[in-house]
């Protein structure tokens, strides 16, 4: 489902543009819209139990539209957040990015699902309308299973005058403070994630802004009458953002409920233990590490530290943190003693794959080269998550899969391309915004055109690699560059570019 709503939106946005592959970042988007707004909200509150209410309905109509438009920017970009990280979620879940490595983001994840609700609810607390109460009365129910509280909580919200000013200041000092443990619980999630992305593509941030405030002025937001604990409630507008367990604690009973969301934070927490699989790591060989450090710059998951060289004085080597390593090989594409161009110890290098080299990959190419019979020849390079490139090869294509199309190193690119014999040379993979490991794509392209070190050495060899980020079911446009490519080869009877 959620794939299929990808592929739909990659219809409707530019690469870079598309929700579902920003869901991390719109979150820390939406979180800044709900705090600069909830400041501006928070200047015209009254935290008392008679002006709470009354505060919030002069926010709403007295002035003019610009309180409205705030309080409404600020509701709506919560039940956005909601929607953003649920779908987030999902999203990690279906590509099982919580394996591996990638345990610490899935684990830090889970608190802040906690954190975002009890955000929210207390935001409703705050209006002190008939929502507020019943909010107040079912999470006073909720918390009265545990034998923290002498009396039970729900009793003490029976009358009116039991709610007094110092109880409001509780609960302002409440919503403060747990949005920032969850703005804290959001810088640690990505702690272990190198360039994470935490901003929006600018364009798809103003297509955002402007929804909500189209929203906020098609729809503002309206408080329920105020609040009265000696009344009984009648009907109550439910926010199903935030409130969707609510009427379970009614029909189920709050045991059940607390059983329901205990038993779903331990199934989030413990799945990473279910998918325990064996791959890959880099490791330093410190006699070839010349302590560049692009290794470190690339890891997408921080798993190389530098540190003084084992041996050599004054020198920094790059080391591996093994638990983070999850085997992409982008270290040693990165690396520039990953290099043809060398006559002695060629096959060592500073940072490599322990299981697969990048020098047994290249000597695997050469022999593949050799064999193909066809004059001109394709070289086609792919990874092990895009569409598999193998199913290509004949006399003319010689293909190679990666683990990831960022682990080949760019002087490689030099070496083959200005081989004697290859005619063209495709990379492909991932989709360029949604490289399973994550950066892949991105520093590839970046090396290609000589933005980031290392670098291809001569700009016609970038002219002659072309490039499909298409990701998996790519079968048909891969076959028709192939055609298209063999055609050019045939007619100039000589290796393009
Ligand atoms: C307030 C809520 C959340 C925010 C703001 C948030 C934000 C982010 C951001 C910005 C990234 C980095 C994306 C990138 O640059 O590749 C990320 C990664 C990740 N998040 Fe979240 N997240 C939230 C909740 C969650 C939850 C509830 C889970 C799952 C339980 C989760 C699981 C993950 C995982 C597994 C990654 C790593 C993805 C990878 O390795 O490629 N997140 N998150």
Avoid at 1 to 21: A, C, E, H, Y
Avoid at 400 to 424: F, H, N, W
Avoid at 472 to 489: C, N, Q, R, T
Wanted: charged fraction near 20%; aromatic fraction near 12%.
């Amino acid at each position: 489902m959620l794939v299929l709503i990808g592929k739909w939106l990659s219809w409707m946005f530019p690469d870079n543009w598309n929700p579902i592959r920003n869901l991390g970042a719109l979150s820390f988007y939406l979180f800044w819209i709900v705090t600069i707004t909830g400041v501006y909200l928070f200047i015209f509150f009254e935290t008392s139990i008679d002006g709470a209410w009354q505060s919030v309905e002069k926010i709403s109509n007295n002035q003019f539209y610009v309180g409205s438009i705030i309080r409404g920017l600020h509701r709506f970009a919560s039940a956005a957040m909601a929607v953003t990280v649920t779908a987030h979620l999902i999203r990690e879940l279906m590509l099982k990015r919580y394996a591996g490595a990638r345990w610490f983001s899935w684990v830090s994840g889970v608190p802040l699902l906690w954190l975002l609700f009890a955000s929210a609810l207390g935001g409703y607390w705050l209006v002190w309308d008939e929502r507020a109460q019943y909010i107040a009365l079912t999470t006073a129910a909720l918390f009265d299973v545990f034998p923290i509280v002498v009396e039970p909580m729900a009793f003490g919200f029976v009358t009116q005058d039991v709610v007094s000013d110092r109880f409001f200041s509780l609960l302002i000092f409440l919503h403060v403070g747990v949005p920032l443990s969850l703005l804290l619980g959001m810088f640690i999630h990505i702690q272990r994630i190198n360039h994470s992305k935490t901003i929006p593509a600018k364009g798809l941030a103003i297509c955002v802004l402007t929804a909500l405030v189209f929203l906020s002025v098609l729809m503002p937001v309206s408080s329920m009458p105020q609040a009265n604990l000696d009344r009984t409630l009648g009907s109550i507008e439910m926010d199903w953002f935030y409130m969707n367990l609510f009427p379970f604690v009614d029909l189920w009973g709050p045991n059940a409920v607390w059983g329901i969301l205990g038993s779903i934070t331990l199934m989030l927490t413990m799945l990473p233990l279910t998918a325990r699989r064996s791959h890959d790591v880099a490791r330093v060989d410190p006699e070839f590490c010349n302590g560049c450090s692009w290794c470190y710059a690339d890891c997408p998951f921080d798993a190389i530290m530098m540190k003084p060289h084992a041996f050599k004085k004054n020198k920094r080597q790059a080391v591996v943190i093994e638990d983070r390593c999850v085997g992409c090989g982008i270290c040693a594409g990165a690396c520039p003693s990953v290099t043809p161009f060398k006559s002695v110890n060629e096959a060592n290098s500073g940072i490599n794959l322990v299981g697969r080299k990048n020098f047994d990959v290249l000597s695997e190419l050469k022999i593949k080269l050799e064999e193909a019979t066809g004059a001109n020849k394709i070289l086609i390079v792919g990874c092990d998550y895009g569409t598999d490139v193998k199913q290509f090869e004949d006399v003319q294509v010689v293909t190679e899969t990666l683990e990831c199309i960022g682990q080949l190193p760019p002087s490689y690119m030099d070496y083959l391309c200005r081989k004697k014999g290859v005619g063209a040379v495709l990379l492909t993979g991932c989709r360029s915004d949604d490289c399973y490991h994550r950066l892949g794509v991105e520093l590839q392209q970046e090396r290609l055109v000589r933005l980031r070190e290392p670098h291809i050495k001569y700009a016609d060899v970038g002219e002659k690699i072309d490039k499909l980020w298409i990701g998996k079911g790519g079968e048909k446009e891969i076959a028709s560059h192939i055609k298209v490519v063999k055609k050019m080869l045939q007619e100039n009877g000589a290796e393009i570019g």
